[in-house]
C-alpha cells in the first residue's frame, strides 16, 4: 500500500516540484528540459523510497495529497501558468 501510494502520488508531485524549479530559474526551461526530466525522476524515486519508509500508509497518503495540493496552488501562481 505504501509502496503503491509513493507511485500514485509521487509523480505528480515530483514534476510539480520540477516545474516549480524551472519558474524560479530565470533561464529558459527548454534549455535544460533533459536534465529537469531526468531531476524529476530522481525526486519520484526518493518519494517512493521515503513511502516504503513510513509506519501508517494513511499519514503518508494525506501527506502527499497535502503537498501535491500545495504544490499545484504554487504552481498555479507562477509564470508558467498565466499567473503573475
Given at each position: 500500500?505504501?509502496?503503491?501510494?509513493?507511485?500514485?502520488?509521487?509523480?505528480?508531485?515530483?514534476?510539480?516540484?520540477?516545474?516549480?524549479?524551472?519558474?524560479?530559474?530565470?533561464?529558459?526551461?527548454?534549455?535544460?528540459?533533459?536534465?529537469?526530466?531526468?531531476?524529476?525522476?530522481?525526486?519520484?524515486?526518493?518519494?517512493?523510497?521515503?513511502?516504503?519508509?513510513?509506519?501508517?500508509?494513511?499519514?503518508?497518503?494525506?501527506g502527499l495529497l497535502?503537498?501535491?495540493?500545495?504544490?499545484?496552488?504554487?504552481?498555479?501562481?507562477?509564470?508558467?501558468?498565466?499567473?503573475?
Amino acid at each position: 500500500m505504501r509502496g503503491l501510494l509513493g507511485t500514485v502520488l509521487g509523480l505528480p508531485l515530483a514534476m510539480m516540484l520540477c516545474g516549480l524549479l524551472a519558474a524560479a530559474v530565470p533561464v529558459d526551461w527548454r534549455q535544460w528540459l533533459v536534465p529537469l526530466m531526468l531531476l524529476s525522476l530522481v525526486i519520484w524515486a526518493a518519494v517512493i523510497v521515503l513511502a516504503g519508509l513510513a509506519r501508517r500508509p494513511w499519514r503518508l497518503g494525506a501527506g502527499l495529497l497535502a503537498a501535491n495540493g500545495l504544490a499545484w496552488l504554487l504552481l498555479q501562481t507562477t509564470p508558467l501558468y498565466g499567473g503573475a
